[in-house]
């Protein structure tokens, strides 16, 4: 059946709209994530880490600035959410409208990102405790925003939510995803410089001594 070239035009104008409306990512979630340090490298980082008392005076979420422009029109949240996710759509201002997520730290698959909570790994309160209180703005900004090291992950908003500020003495992923998550935990301490306390290497050490 012919088209006129009035309707022709018109299909191919709404085609061609529509595609402007979505970016597809369809690289595998994990070829993507930032691969932590090998076991043995972060044994030997965590054995460089300064051990000491963690502090929380004067903590305040709103000190850390996050969600800043990573690329183009994608905030940091949205720039995960497409690193994470497999074939994930967005719209002209980057929210993601559709894909795929496999949260690493309980194993759960979604599609709604609605149901993933970006995770700052070594939690910005962590941070605070043991040794960014000192830091300048900036500093804080760039921890919080860190796209470059793993310290940042799409995960189960609840599982994220139930791990809080607490560190590995008080919380670890599930089990297959825990050396994996020290290895991170421990580099990430050691390029920032943050100290450790003593519970949290204790529990490092033996999740380390596994992998």
């Given amino acids: ?41 972060a044994r030997s980082y965590l054995a460089d880490l300064k051990v ?6 004067g903590y305040e979420r709103s000190l850390f600035h996050t969600w800043i422009t990573i690329s183009g029109t994608c905030d940091t949240r949205e720039y995960i959410l497409k690193r994470d996710g497999t074939n994930v759509t967005t719209d002209a201002s980057c929210k993601a409208t559709a894909g ?28 605070w405790d043991s040794g960014a209180s000192a830091w300048t703005a900036a500093q804080r900004e760039a921890f919080a925003n860190d796209v470059t090291r793993p310290q940042l ?15 590995p003495a008080q919380w670890l992923p599930m089990a297959s995803y825990q050396c994996t998550y020290v290895r991170a935990w421990v580099q990430v301490k050691h390029y920032y410089k943050l100290s450790v306390d003593t519970a949290e290497k204790a ?9």
Avoid: F
Wanted: net charge negative; proline share 4%.
């Fill in 153 to 167: 992950l799409a995960v189960t908003d609840n599982v994220n939510q139930s791990k809080g500020d607490d560190d």
């Fill in 100 to 127: 795929t997520w496999k949260s690493v730290y309980d194993g759960a698959t979604w599609t709604a990102a609605s149901d993933l909570d970006i995770d700052h790994l070594v939690p910005l309160a962590e941070a």
């Fill in 52 to 57: 000491a008392t963690e502090n929380r005076t």
């Fill in 1 to 41: 059946m012919c088209l006129s070239l009035r309707r022709l035009s018109t299909l191919v104008g709404a085609a061609l709209l529509a595609a402007s409306a979505l970016t597809v990512a369809a690289t595998p979630a994990d070829a993507a994530l930032p691969t932590p340090v090998t076991a043995a490298t």
């Fill in 203 to 211: 529990a490092l050490t033996k999740v380390l001594g596994g992998c």
